[in-house]
């Protein structure tokens, strides 16, 4: 059977940590970003590692670039079996100041995608008679103030995911997410300059209201995404895994 992970916003943060464990785990993993050569200096530092990776330029957005860029890694490092739904990105005002193209970028790159994505890794899954889909949701799926794009995308993938797991239950593919909570990323460090805190402030701060007492880190995230596409979790689909440090974030 192929061996080959997708991971999709994979040049830095979360996707760059789940690209890194999943090689060590035995993939050979397709980096995908928006940005080809930030994935491939990313996958160059898995191969300095000793890992098996190679990185690739797509809008996971964009049906024709998926398309594209699906055939390449099938082509390069083989049919893929694992995709992480990672790629994503925040756009966050309140309601009344947010504008229909932030509210459209997000759904693009969040819904759009992980839909385009599983849709075109799927096939080789079903070939395969194995497969494992992971989905990046967020606690913002509960709600959270200054994001009703993001938690409408990330309760959105939740959705999917549940979807997805009924449909391809029957062809040995199962399907999860993952709801982080405050992982200490650019993403959040974005967040924290406009809010106008300091980085090491804002986690500081975040720390206080987390149960075990710190933020979290990308590899934290890696270690769930590690399990969940593994052989040993056959048996868990359709579940959301929060990992936020508690109950919720
Ligand atoms: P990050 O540091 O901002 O990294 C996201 C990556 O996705 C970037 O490399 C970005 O590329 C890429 N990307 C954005 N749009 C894309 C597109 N259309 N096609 C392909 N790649 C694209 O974010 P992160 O904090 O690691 O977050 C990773 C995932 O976890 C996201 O889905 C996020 O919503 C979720 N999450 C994060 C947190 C957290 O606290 N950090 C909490 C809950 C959920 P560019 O650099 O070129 O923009």
Redesign the pocket.
């Known amino acids: 059977m192929s061996r080959t992970a997708v991971v999709?916003?994979?040049?830095?943060?979360?996707?760059a940590a789940v690209a890194a464990r999943l090689a060590t785990d035995g993939y050979a993993v397709a980096l995908?970003?928006?940005?080809a050569g930030?994935a491939q200096a990313a996958a160059e530092q898995i191969v300095a590692a000793g890992g098996r990776a190679r990185g690739f330029g797509?809008?996971?957005?964009d049906e024709q670039a998926v398309a594209r860029v699906v055939e390449e890694i099938t082509a390069e490092l083989g049919a893929p079996t694992v995709l992480v739904n990672?790629?994503?990105?925040?756009r966050d005002n309140l309601l009344f100041r947010m504008s229909v193209e932030d509210w459209d970028a997000v759904m693009?790159?969040?819904l759009r995608?992980a839909f385009l994505m599983s849709r075109a890794c799927q096939g080789a899954m079903r070939e395969a008679g194995w497969g494992r889909i992971v989905n990046?949701?967020?606690?913002?799926a509960l709600g959270n103030r200054g994001q009703a794009n993001?938690s409408a995308a990330?309760a959105g993938l939740q959705g999917l995911t549940k979807t997805l797991a009924i449909e391809l239950g029957r062809f040995g593919v199962t399907v999860n997410a993952i709801?982080?909570?405050?992982?200490?990323?650019?993403?959040?460090r974005?967040t924290a300059e406009r809010m106008g805190v300091g980085f090491e402030e804002f986690c500081a701060g975040a720390a206080e209201q987390i149960p075990v007492g710190r933020v979290?880190q990308?590899e934290d995230?890696a270690a769930v995404a590690s399990f969940l596409a593994g052989e040993g979790s056959g048996y868990v689909s359709g579940q959301v895994i929060y990992v936020a440090g508690g109950p919720k974030a």
């Open positions: 999709t916003g994979a040049a830095r943060g979360i996707g995908v970003d928006l940005d930030a797509a809008d996971v957005a990672n790629a994503g990105i925040i693009g790159v969040h995608g990046l949701s967020s606690t913002s993001y990330k709801a982080p909570g405050f992982i200490a990323t650019d993403m959040v974005a979290g990308p995230v």
